[in-house]
């Protein structure tokens, strides 16, 4: 009988040692818990304007123009992830000062890694030469226009004055639409 019973106490505490190394390896260097994965999937839809810094120039002023920056988080922890996951979604790979920064609020490189498979699908593709592409027809556009009405009219003050009033009223079309928060 004591034979079965050191046999029951051996296999608990193998069971519990299985349950210590599952607990142990959900705590591997490349996972995140809840509140991490939720942070990473919200800033999914935060503009690269949200990594700067609030008391900046550029940010007071679009402050003043109604502008609505995304709020940094209580937790430098969770900020410093979120601030990551932006970096890679529309940057790219991380430079050395940006995985430092990850580094020293205590991730691991593991946790790195996997943040950017995470965050690869989502990564913005660079469409620069098309918005170059687009400004340039929108100036083709407007010196056609100022052409042909210089021409009509013989007025070089007025086709300037229409071909600024287009240029106005067809610009906006060329510029990203901002997500709504």
């Known amino acids: 009988m004591a034979y079965l019973l050191f046999q029951h106490q051996t296999a608990t505490s193998q069971a519990t040692g299985l349950?210590?190394?599952?607990?142990?390896?959900?705590?591997?260097?490349?996972?995140?818990?809840?509140?991490?994965?939720?942070v990473i999937l919200l800033s999914?839809?935060?503009?690269?304007?949200?990594?700067?810094?609030?008391?900046?120039?550029?940010?007071r002023l679009l402050r003043c123009f109604g502008y609505k920056l995304?709020?940094?988080?209580?937790?430098?922890?969770?900020?410093?992830?979120?601030?990551?996951?932006?970096?890679?979604?529309?940057?790219?790979?991380?430079?050395?000062?940006?995985l430092r920064n990850f580094f020293e609020a205590g991730f691991a490189a593991g946790q790195a890694a996997r943040l950017e498979q995470m965050v690869a699908p989502w990564r913005c593709r660079s469409h620069a030469g098309s918005a170059v592409l687009s400004w340039s027809a929108l100036g083709l556009a407007v010196g056609l226009i100022y052409h042909i009405v210089a021409q009509a009219l013989a007025e070089e003050m007025i086709a300037f004055i229409i071909s600024g009033l287009s240029f106005v009223l067809?610009?906006?079309l060329l510029l990203p639409a901002q997500s709504a928060r």
């Open 70 to 98: 995304s709020n940094r988080l209580a937790d430098g922890r969770l900020e410093a992830l979120r601030r990551h996951a932006v970096i890679l979604r529309l940057r790219g790979p991380a430079h050395d000062n940006d």
């Open 170 to 172: 067809l610009a906006p």
């Open 44 to 59: 999914r839809n935060d503009p690269w304007l949200s990594l700067a810094d609030p008391l900046s120039l550029k940010v």
């Open 19 to 38: 349950v210590s190394a599952e607990s142990s390896s959900l705590k591997t260097p490349n996972r995140f818990d809840q509140a991490e994965r939720s």
